[in-house]
């Protein structure tokens, strides 16, 4: 038995946040999140997030891989931030994307609950669609 599997072994396997024997708010196999995460573990998360969001987005759209680079990248900063279920709400901005209507995409995406929460952040990502 390896290193690895050994702590895997003793540790175990919690996907979820908890609070350990000693109280502190714990994930994976026995991470202290109280302690924080170092630089790299916050790059690997990152590279491993946008890659389940890209995956997520050609799932949504069967024709994501011939769409302009800009729009793929808004695509997935969407489903990055919002997660599938909340951006598979955007209907009217799907269909727009999905008849590569881009300037009706951006439309749709603007006039939402996220656009209006996040007007800033809404407005710089949007931009990707503008490909018109």
């Known amino acids: 038995m390896t290193l690895k599997d050994d702590i895997k072994r003793e540790e175990g396997l919690r996907l979820k946040p908890y609070t350990d024997t000693t109280g502190n708010l714990t994930i994976g196999y026995g991470t202290n999140l ?11 998360l990152l590279i491993h997030r946008i890659t389940i969001a890209f995956d ?11 769409y302009p680079e800009s729009v793929k990248e808004t695509i997935v900063h969407m489903l990055y931030q919002l997660g599938k279920t909340k951006f598979k709400k955007f ?7 999905g008849a590569e209507d881009w300037k009706r995409a951006k ?5 939402s609950k996220w656009g209006r929460e996040y007007s800033a952040r809404a407005h710089r990502v949007a931009t990707g669609f503008d490909v018109f």
């Open 34 to 44: 109280s302690a924080g995460i170092d630089l790299v573990e916050a790059e690997l």
């Open 56 to 66: 997520e987005a050609q799932a949504i759209f069967p024709d994501f891989h011939l």
């Open 91 to 97: 209907k009217k901005m799907i269909a727009a994307i």
């Open 107 to 111: 439309k749709e995406a603007l006039d």
